[in-house]
């Protein structure tokens, strides 16, 4: 099973190299854009990994009542 932190950082690095080669290759809808984009992917993935150690600490502390 794939890592959830490593699947979304590799995710947003995909999506930010894409974009970057598309903003050299002169493409005029590439410009503000794809900061844009980049931001709003690095806040996903922010949101994404805070919402999993939340839960993951959730999980871990409800284990630990099991008898």
Not at 47 to 61: L, R, S, T
Request: charged residues 20%; glycine residues 8%.
């Amino acid at each position: 099973m794939m890592n959830p932190l490593w699947f979304a950082i590799s995710y947003l690095l995909d999506q930010a190299r894409r974009r970057a080669r598309a903003a050299r290759a002169g493409d005029p809808q590439s410009g503000a854009i794809t900061l844009e984009w980049i931001v709003i992917a690095g806040i996903l993935v922010a949101a994404a990994v805070a919402a999993g150690v939340f839960f993951v600490g959730k999980i871990k502390q409800y284990e630990s009542k099991i008898p």
